[in-house]
Protein backbone atom coordinates (compact mmCIF):
# COMPACT_ATOMS: atom_id res chain seq x y z
CA UNK A 1 0.00 0.00 0.00
CA UNK A 2 1.26 3.45 -1.10
CA UNK A 3 1.41 5.99 2.18
CA UNK A 4 -0.44 9.36 0.58
CA UNK A 5 2.06 11.83 -0.86
CA UNK A 6 3.71 9.36 -2.43
CA UNK A 7 3.66 9.09 -6.14
CA UNK A 8 4.85 5.52 -7.79
CA UNK A 9 7.08 5.76 -10.48
CA UNK A 10 6.22 6.51 -14.00
CA UNK A 11 5.14 3.54 -16.78
CA UNK A 12 6.20 5.74 -19.01
CA UNK A 13 8.82 8.54 -18.93
CA UNK A 14 10.67 10.56 -21.84
CA UNK A 15 12.06 14.16 -22.84
CA UNK A 16 11.67 14.77 -26.37
CA UNK A 17 14.47 15.93 -27.50
CA UNK A 18 15.75 18.41 -30.70
CA UNK A 19 17.64 15.81 -33.41
CA UNK A 20 21.49 16.09 -33.77
CA UNK A 21 20.78 18.34 -36.76
CA UNK A 22 19.03 20.88 -34.78
CA UNK A 23 22.30 20.50 -32.23
CA UNK A 24 24.42 21.23 -34.98
CA UNK A 25 22.61 23.74 -37.01
CA UNK A 26 22.99 26.16 -33.40
CA UNK A 27 27.11 25.39 -33.20
CA UNK A 28 27.10 26.61 -36.81
CA UNK A 29 26.07 30.06 -35.26
CA UNK A 30 29.51 29.95 -33.31
CA UNK A 31 31.48 31.59 -36.84
CA UNK A 32 29.33 34.11 -37.54
CA UNK A 33 29.02 35.50 -34.02
CA UNK A 34 32.99 35.80 -33.70
CA UNK A 35 32.72 37.36 -37.52
CA UNK A 36 30.42 39.95 -36.43
CA UNK A 37 32.81 41.01 -33.23
CA UNK A 38 35.61 40.67 -35.07
CA UNK A 39 36.25 44.42 -35.64
CA UNK A 40 36.68 44.40 -31.93
CA UNK A 41 38.58 41.68 -30.42
CA UNK A 42 38.13 37.52 -32.07
CA UNK A 43 39.21 36.09 -28.69
CA UNK A 44 35.88 38.27 -27.03
CA UNK A 45 33.77 36.94 -30.32
CA UNK A 46 34.98 33.59 -30.15
CA UNK A 47 34.48 33.62 -26.11
CA UNK A 48 30.33 35.77 -27.01
CA UNK A 49 29.67 33.01 -29.70
CA UNK A 50 30.21 30.02 -27.53
CA UNK A 51 28.10 31.38 -24.63
CA UNK A 52 25.67 31.98 -26.95
CA UNK A 53 25.63 28.43 -28.32
CA UNK A 54 25.77 26.95 -24.86
CA UNK A 55 23.18 29.02 -24.15
CA UNK A 56 20.59 27.64 -26.62
CA UNK A 57 21.24 24.31 -26.74
CA UNK A 58 20.62 24.51 -22.70
CA UNK A 59 17.01 26.00 -23.57
CA UNK A 60 16.45 23.51 -26.18
CA UNK A 61 17.05 20.65 -23.37
CA UNK A 62 15.37 22.10 -20.58
CA UNK A 63 12.07 23.77 -22.83
CA UNK A 64 12.08 20.04 -24.37
CA UNK A 65 8.42 18.99 -24.04
CA UNK A 66 8.30 15.72 -21.20
CA UNK A 67 5.84 12.92 -21.57
CA UNK A 68 4.99 11.03 -18.33
CA UNK A 69 2.49 8.38 -18.55
CA UNK A 70 1.54 6.84 -14.27
CA UNK A 71 -1.57 4.62 -13.79
CA UNK A 72 -3.76 7.04 -12.95
CA UNK A 73 -2.72 10.09 -15.54
CA UNK A 74 -1.13 11.05 -18.57
CA UNK A 75 1.48 14.43 -17.93
CA UNK A 76 2.27 16.20 -21.04
CA UNK A 77 4.17 19.06 -20.66
CA UNK A 78 2.60 20.96 -18.03
CA UNK A 79 -0.85 19.61 -18.84
CA UNK A 80 -2.15 16.10 -17.32
CA UNK A 81 -5.51 14.17 -17.99
CA UNK A 82 -6.90 10.97 -16.16
CA UNK A 83 -6.28 8.18 -18.18
CA UNK A 84 -10.03 7.08 -17.83
CA UNK A 85 -11.20 10.46 -19.69
CA UNK A 86 -8.98 9.45 -23.09
CA UNK A 87 -9.67 7.30 -25.48
CA UNK A 88 -7.75 5.18 -27.89
CA UNK A 89 -4.02 6.00 -28.80
CA UNK A 90 -3.62 6.33 -32.80
CA UNK A 91 -0.37 6.19 -33.96
CA UNK A 92 0.78 8.77 -36.37
CA UNK A 93 3.40 7.47 -38.94
CA UNK A 94 6.45 10.02 -41.02
CA UNK A 95 4.44 10.09 -44.29
CA UNK A 96 1.17 11.27 -41.95
CA UNK A 97 2.73 13.92 -39.96
CA UNK A 98 2.87 16.90 -42.32
CA UNK A 99 -1.00 16.56 -42.87
CA UNK A 100 -1.69 16.19 -38.98
CA UNK A 101 0.48 18.97 -38.08
CA UNK A 102 -1.21 20.87 -41.05
CA UNK A 103 -4.17 21.10 -42.91
CA UNK A 104 -6.10 17.84 -41.00
CA UNK A 105 -4.79 20.08 -37.51
CA UNK A 106 -7.98 20.68 -35.20
CA UNK A 107 -7.46 24.34 -33.95
CA UNK A 108 -9.24 23.33 -30.71
CA UNK A 109 -6.70 20.70 -30.11
CA UNK A 110 -4.05 20.24 -27.64
CA UNK A 111 -0.78 20.52 -29.71
CA UNK A 112 3.29 19.14 -28.27
CA UNK A 113 5.17 19.72 -30.99
CA UNK A 114 8.90 19.10 -31.37
CA UNK A 115 9.70 19.99 -34.86
CA UNK A 116 12.33 17.53 -35.75
CA UNK A 117 10.96 14.56 -34.41
CA UNK A 118 8.75 13.11 -37.31
CA UNK A 119 6.55 10.75 -35.21
CA UNK A 120 3.52 11.60 -32.92
CA UNK A 121 0.69 10.30 -31.12
CA UNK A 122 -3.39 11.17 -31.46
CA UNK A 123 -4.91 10.91 -28.12
CA UNK A 124 -8.70 11.41 -28.65
CA UNK A 125 -10.00 13.54 -25.60
CA UNK A 126 -13.40 11.41 -24.43
CA UNK A 127 -14.27 13.49 -22.07
CA UNK A 128 -18.07 15.19 -22.77
CA UNK A 129 -17.09 18.55 -21.31
CA UNK A 130 -14.34 18.85 -22.58
CA UNK A 131 -13.86 20.88 -25.54
CA UNK A 132 -10.55 19.75 -26.67
CA UNK A 133 -10.96 16.60 -29.48
CA UNK A 134 -7.76 14.85 -28.78
CA UNK A 135 -3.96 15.30 -27.41
CA UNK A 136 -1.11 15.15 -30.38
CA UNK A 137 2.56 14.72 -29.20
CA UNK A 138 4.98 14.21 -30.33
CA UNK A 139 7.27 11.44 -29.27
CA UNK A 140 10.25 8.68 -30.15
CA UNK A 141 8.19 6.13 -29.52
CA UNK A 142 5.06 6.54 -30.28
CA UNK A 143 4.86 2.66 -30.54
CA UNK A 144 5.69 1.86 -27.35
CA UNK A 145 3.92 4.76 -25.79
CA UNK A 146 0.20 3.69 -27.54
CA UNK A 147 0.62 0.23 -26.07
CA UNK A 148 0.85 1.44 -22.56
CA UNK A 149 -2.33 3.38 -22.52
CA UNK A 150 -3.88 0.44 -23.97
CA UNK A 151 -2.96 -1.33 -20.92
CA UNK A 152 -5.34 -0.17 -17.84
Known amino acids: MSEPGKTKSPLYKERVLPNFGTFAAIFALLPSIAIISEP ?5 GL ?12 LLVLRAPKIELSQLELKVGRVAISRNLIGEAEIISKDRIFL ?6 DPGAHKVFQGSVKSAIKIPIADPED ?3 YWLIS ?4 DKLAELLKKS
Open 131 to 133: PTP
Open 100 to 105: ERGPKL
Open 40 to 44: FDIRI
Open 47 to 58: VIGVLVVITIWI
Open 139 to 142: TRKP
